[in-house]
């Protein structure tokens, strides 16, 4: 019984998260309090090393009670740190410059504001959803990238509020910064902020376009991208059905010349190809529960990246604080059954017996990379005390999340597929003995082809990447996820393509090892992955710091290999069906 009510109340939760409207209904009558939340402040170069916005020596209005604000598990996982800031606002009344607060910087506040400005560090609010941005300080004639940082500093002291309104909704929030006071030991810094109501027409639907940057994600060059790698597809798959059907006609003709022939020619005959191997090709792998459990993995990786997608397009998920990764949470838990199904399938092909143990890594493989590689970088988060330190709370949400929902859910799956998939009968009879495999020219060893392999799908993806990485390691909020969706079919289809040929070559050497190598084929487009987001680092960005530079590598090596499982899963299927075609249509004695 206790265990059902975690279930519901989890679900509820998730339930919860997914409503896009915070504590307020975004509509106020006159005069009615409007609440200014302080997020965190941080480098401008880290965008994910951030701290509570009371980290500095910064302090609030008089208003000392507000309403609390409740955060969804997608903010808290991304270091959302909601505080009031006490500042009194009222709907459509102007206020004017009001001091606030004042501080007296002894030696540690000095040092602190010190350490900030010159390390660009900057903050943000907001009002009514809409957020907010301000630099703490600056130095020189105007904080200029080019100026040294170790003559005077400065610090802003002024916060103008512009904040536009239609009907009794706001659809607009600027923040002007003003009242530029030289930071010194020992002075007193004293706060204020003003506030002024004006009328604008943007409509209440259309306030978080401000935001966005179509001259950047639209660009021709995107655009071009996309064609091309459109064009190659439409290649690639040309070039695979006319090299395919051509080859495996003269295959099926001189196989089939080859059957006339009586047993003592064929014997002396001199007989190559894929049909040699006909007893092995549909030989279980190596290691079938771990290749199961991938497969099963990456069908609800596929599932999962296909409806989060679609679910931005038609409910423009990237306007909420973390509803991306809320749903994305959601969705995951809830395409379980996909996972257990594929996986438990799979395995019943191979003749797995160890059922628990398969669903088990199914179930857990994918979550146990995920939160241990997010447990290492938590520890340096708390370190150092930035927001993006995850709360022991919100470590047990996802804990019974993934025990009261994934698990179960996988289970399910796993039997259904064991079951519902039926008895499965290889088109050709399985040699009791292993056939010998031949040797080979280097270039068609089972490693150079799955290195080679996954050179054309990273080149088909490789200029979308850059917008992905620079809307989340930089300040560009992504939003046309409609050539997300084109770009993820144009990657399957290249990945099935490259997969389908390597896997013809592989079997015409006469090496039946395609399951393994037809995966690893496509989840070899991680390592270019990776190798591009080590570029990134250090040509595109300026990040500095272990606490930075330790959450970017450890998120992008995961990030590649998600994507790798999601490629590889995409390469197996299309090589399976190929397989399974081609020995379906020759003629075995």
């Not at 857990?364 to 927001?387: D, E, H, K, M, Q």
């Not at 080149?459 to 809307?471: A, D, P, Q, R, V």
């Amino acid at each position: 019984m206790h265990c059902m009510r975690v279930l519901v109340g989890v679900l509820l939760l998730l339930g919860a998260a997914c409503v896009t409207a915070d504590e307020h209904d975004h509509e106020y009558e006159n005069r009615e309090q409007v609440v200014l939340w302080f997020n965190t402040v941080g480098p401008y170069h880290n965008r994910q090393e951030t701290y509570r916005y009371f980290t500095l020596p910064f302090c609030r209005g008089p208003v000392e009670s507000v309403s609390h604000h409740h955060e969804s598990i997608g903010e808290a996982l991304q270091g959302v740190e909601l505080e009031f800031s006490g500042l009194d606002m009222k709907f459509m009344e102007d206020q004017a410059q009001t001091e606030y607060c004042s501080i007296e910087l002894d030696e540690s506040r000095f040092k602190a504001l010190q350490y900030a400005i010159k390390n660009h560090y900057w903050y943000q609010m907001y009002l009514d959803d809409l957020p907010m941005w301000a630099l703490v300080g600056d130095f020189g004639e105007g904080h200029s990238e080019f100026e040294p940082s170790d003559g005077d500093l400065f610090i802003w002291t002024h916060k103008r509020f512009d904040i536009g309104v239609n009907g009794n909704q706001i659809v607009e929030a600027n923040l002007t910064t003003g009242r530029r006071v030289k930071l010194e030991p020992g002075i007193t810094l004293h706060f204020s902020y003003q506030v002024n109501w004006q009328q604008s027409s943007t409509p209440f639907n259309k306030r978080f376009e401000k935001y966005l940057d179509p001259t950047f994600f639209q660009h021709r060059i995107h655009w071009f991208s996309i064609f091309n790698s459109f064009m190659m597809v439409i290649f690639l798959v040309g070039l695979v059905g006319m090299i395919l059907m051509r080859t495996l006609r003269k295959d099926y003709a001189r196989y089939s010349k080859d059957d006339e022939l009586d047993d003592l020619e064929r014997d002396l005959g001199d007989e190559y190809g894929w049909k040699q191997v006909h007893g092995d090709v549909f030989r279980p792998p190596q290691y079938p529960l771990l290749f199961a459990s991938l497969l099963g993995t990456g069908a609800q990786v596929a599932t999962v990246a296909l409806i989060v997608i679609l679910f931005a397009i038609v409910g423009s998920l990237y306007l909420g604080r973390g509803s991306i990764l809320t749903t994305l949470i959601f969705v995951y838990a809830a395409t379980s059954p996909v996972a257990g199904y594929f996986g438990g399938s799979i395995y019943s092909r191979f003749e797995g017996k160890e059922w628990i143990k398969q669903t088990l890594l199914t179930a857990g493989g994918l979550p146990a990379v995920v939160c241990g590689t997010a447990f290492i970088i938590n520890f340096i988060a708390i370190y150092y005390r930035a927001s993006r330190a995850i709360p022991f709370g919100t470590m047990l949400v996802v804990l019974a999340i993934w025990l009261f929902v994934v698990l179960p859910l996988t289970l399910v799956g796993s039997v259904l597929g064991r079951n519902m998939a039926g008895a499965w009968s290889a088109p050709c009879r399985i040699n009791p003995v292993p056939r010998p495999i031949p040797e080979k020219k280097w270039f068609m060893e089972p490693w150079v082809i799955i290195l080679l392999g996954g050179i054309l799908p990273f080149g088909s993806i490789f200029i979308e990447m850059y917008f992905i990485f620079t809307s989340f390691w930089a300040y560009k909020i992504y939003f046309v996820y409609g050539f997300m969706l084109l770009v993820f079919f144009i990657l399957a289809s290249v990945t099935l393509c490259v997969t389908i040929v390597c896997t013809y070559f592989l079997l015409n050497a006469e090496d039946y090892r395609w399951h393994w190598t037809s995966f690893l084929t496509g989840a070899s487009i991680s390592i270019y992955v990776y190798m591009y987001s080590i570029y990134y680092f250090f040509f595109k960005t300026k990040m500095f710091g272990a606490f930075q530079t330790t959450f970017y590598f450890g998120y992008m090596a995961m990030f590649a290999a998600l994507l790798g499982i999601l490629c590889g899963t995409f390469g197996y299927v299309g090589s399976s069906t190929f397989v399974h075609q081609i020995y379906r249509n020759v003629k075995i004695d």
